[in-house]
């Protein structure tokens, strides 16, 4: 099968990793991924540096490449209009964020051009369907993570993302941790700085999943996050992490649980390990992405 992926993102954020994940195994599987991204993009670098097939997004490369491709697959906003305007075959469009969708003629056309959504959570999936999506053209698949060796003697910081994003909570987040006396470290490499954690914390105000939870996980690091969009689809409250309220005092008062008791800590990292493993591994999300594949190409 050779799929088109159209991804116009600049930095290397959750959705980047995902198809970065998946471009590797479809290739692993005998598939032919081919990866449209800016030219200065650190994904288009990543996939060039694995000897993956990927070329410099433009509206030349675009048209050439969608021509010779049995589907379109695209990852982000931008993407989706491009390959809405200027492609014929079946596509694919993932959809990672909770934001309603525009009530507007043009918004509505763009949603009427996608053969199927893969919706990264059913938080988002249901955000679709009020948006007026078919639920029908709508499959949930989770984000993956690889295999992550466990980190048995982490540090003593609360590690988060960091992130210029006011919908991210990093002020909240501080403001908590100066209540609760605990040091925060903002990370931008997270899954090095992991080993420097005692607990991961993921404030946000609106979130369609949070992959970056998904690493923490794996990597046997407990987990402080809040209560809102799909999060409380990866985090079980008090079996595999702490589910918060977006006040000072709750996630305060969390961060003070956690860095006072190691056992609890354990208990949490142990089980999140395991939930990882079954549910949210990187080969069922390209499994579960193939599975859309063969559905769209089958119609």
């Known amino acids: 099968m050779r799929v088109l ?52 997004l433009n509206l030349l ?21 491009l390959t809405a305007l200027f492609t014929r075959k079946p596509l694919v469009v993932a ?15 763009k949603y009427g051009m996608a053969d199927h959504y893969i919706a990264v959570s059913q938080h988002v999936r249901n955000v679709l369907i009020t948006g007026g999506v078919p639920a029908d053209k709508i499959s949930v698949v989770y984000d993956g993570v690889p295999a992550l060796d466990e980190i048995v003697s982490a540090g003593d910081l609360v590690v988060a993302p960091a992130a210029n994003d006011p919908a991210k909570g990093t002020l909240l987040l501080k403001r908590a941790a100066e209540l609760a006396g605990a040091k925060v470290y903002f990370s931008r490499h997270l899954q090095e700085d992991l080993y420097r954690a ?32 799909g999060i ?18 709750c996630i305060a008062d969390a961060l003070k649980l956690l860095l006072g008791d190691e056992k609890l800590r354990q208990a949490l990292a ?13 080969s069922i999300m390209i499994r579960d992405t193939l599975k859309v594949y063969d559905r769209v190409l089958s119609c």
Request: one cysteine or more.
């Open 95 to 109: 959809r990672r964020v909770a934001f309603p969708l525009q009530n507007t003629s043009l918004s509505r056309w």
């Open 232 to 249: 409380p689809e990866l985090v079980e409250n008090g079996r595999t992490g702490l589910l918060v309220d977006n006040c000072e005092h």
């Open 5 to 56: 992926h159209v991804d116009t993102g600049r930095a290397m954020r959750g959705g980047q990793w995902q198809v970065l994940r998946l471009v590797e195994g479809l290739a692993a599987q005998g598939h032919e991924p081919i990866l449209l991204a800016p030219s200065n993009s650190p994904l288009l670098k990543a996939v060039s540096e694995r000897a993956l097939s990927c070329r410099a």
């Open 198 to 229: 005692a607990l991961f914390a993921y404030i946000s105000y609106s979130e369609g999943l949070g992959s970056a939870i998904l690493l923490a996980m794996a990597a046997g690091i407990p987990v402080v996050a809040s209560r809102v969009g």
């Open 270 to 282: 142990a089980r999140a390990r395991l939930r990882v493993s079954e549910r949210f591994s990187a």
């Open 61 to 81: 490369n675009l048209l050439q490449l969608a021509k010779s491709a049995d589907l379109v697959h695209a990852h982000d906003a931008q993407a989706h209009t």
